[in-house]
């Protein structure tokens, strides 16, 4: 069973509780999505860094029930 878009962002906020995050359906299939995560507590981590809070926060889905993720993470503007 595919994850839905809000599942997706609960698990991003529980697991990064300062991100702002935007998920958008790519396929209309809830099977790709397109996420936006900015969170300051990326500050001073590398991309991939980021990348894995992110993947972590999915607690293992990501590959599984949740099929494509287009991600994209940053830091807040000052």
């Known amino acids: ?10 698990l ?3 697991g990064i509780p300062d991100a702002e995050v935007h998920i958008r359906d790519l396929a209309g299939d ?3 999505y ?3 995560v900015i969170a300051e507590s990326f500050r001073g981590k ?6 894995q809070m ?5 607690q293992g889905n990501m590959g599984g029930v949740l099929h494509a993720l287009a991600l ?7």
């Open 1 to 10: 069973m595919p994850m839905n878009a809000g599942d997706i962002e609960k």
């Open 12 to 14: 991003i906020r529980k």
């Open 30 to 32: 809830g099977d790709h």
């Open 34 to 36: 397109a996420a936006e």
């Open 46 to 51: 590398t991309r991939v860094q980021q990348h």
């Open 54 to 58: 992110v993947y972590e926060a999915l």
């Open 72 to 78: 994209q993470t940053s830091v807040p503007e000052k």
